[in-house]
């Protein structure tokens, strides 16, 4: 019974229509993007003991030259897209400014079922 899932295409895949995004680390010279990381996974059993999936908890972060937490904002774009694709979102911080990297930042906490 393995706990490792990877949903690492399944986030790339779900957010690009909406900004670039990419596991840990950024590259590109967009001014919104999202980096990610699965922080966790566990195994999701049933009361029997068998193992029908893995619950996978992590979180996006969102940079921005502009803020985007404000109506019709970016954020409220990647909480659709992520429940559309069966993510729950746990959490979405409101934006602070990052004086020193010249930008917005929010982060976004979510779970996602890998089921087997």
Known sequence: MKTYASINKLIVKTLSPILPTA??????????????????????LLASGD????????????????????????????DEALSNAGFTVLNITDAEYVYDKGEYHAEITFRYLYER
């Open 23 to 44: 596991l840990l680390k950024y590259s590109g010279k967009d001014n919104l993007y999202a980096t990610f990381r699965v922080s966790s996974r566990k195994k999701r």
């Open 51 to 78: 193992n029908y999936g893995i619950s996978c908890y992590g979180f996006i972060d969102v940079f921005s030259k502009s803020n985007p937490s404000i109506e019709n904002s970016v954020l409220g774009k990647i």
